[in-house]
């Protein structure tokens, strides 16, 4: 069974790989550096709300395991102001400190994770992969995660001068596709309607794959700047499962419920970041940067967190 696990996030992993490979070849012959912004806003705007409220519209999150959320919750507070910690102590920029935020808190947990835990757990796997996502780690992400990134960058240096802190997050796509697919919950959307938003929802990842390759560049030379890549890599490969496995048996989670916030907790930084790196002019180089060595490393992690839980 566990060989077949491994088999199940190698092949997510090539999947990844390759389509942000192809990302990666067209700049240097099809697309011009303006392009990123371009597919940046495409994807924030509609592509990614239409994700999200599909997803919270036909997967609509129970009460009783308010527990895996609330692990989330816990575990990206802490770790993320550990990042900006480090991010100080290693004297980076604050865009990159912004960055290196965004990658620690936020796991890869709907592209690669709700797969692997089907794959491990059936539906009840599934089921909470998506509170853990859309309850807990979108909430935090483009809330907390919003205010807290809006703060580190100078107004000049947003992508919108005229927003930052909370009136930022009052304008967040994702956000706000998230409230509506709670309010929307006793309304019978069309079926022609809830195919579009699926159809839209449906194009955010490859897009998000495609962009990370776009914005890869060569690695880092500097010690300072490959310091605080190996650090984001670290925290969240490492540290965020660590915390979220203590976290979890301290809320009494278990069985299912436990492995399933562990293994998510232990996914790479989220193809996201990029994204919001991009709106909010933060150091997206680093950003891809550790997105990209993550996903990589996550193959032999993931499988030595597999073995601590099972």
Known sequence: MELRIQEKMLKILITLIIISLLGYLGKNYLFKEEDKEVISKFVYNFSLPALVFYSIYTNPPQISSFKVAITEWIISFIVGTLSIFLGFILKLSRETIGSLFLVSIGGNVTFMGYPIMEKLFGNQGLTLAILYDQLGMIVFVYTIGILVISLLVKPEKTTNRRFLGIERILINP????????????KI????????????LGRATTPLMMFLLGLSLSKPYKD???????????????????????????????????????????AMPSMLTALVLSLQFNLDYVFTSQVITYSTLLSLITLNLWIGVIK
């Open 174 to 185: 994702p956000l706000w596709a998230l409230i509506a697919g709670f309010l929307f919950q």
């Open 188 to 199: 019978n959307i069309p079926d022609f309607l809830l195919e579009s938003f699926s159809i």
């Open 223 to 265: 010690n300072k700047s490959i310091m605080g890549v190996s650090v984001g890599v670290l925290l969240k490969l490492i540290l965020f499962p660590l915390f979220a496995l203590i976290t979890a048996k301290l809320l009494n989670l278990s069985d299912i419920p436990l492995k399933v916030t562990v293994l998510e907790s």
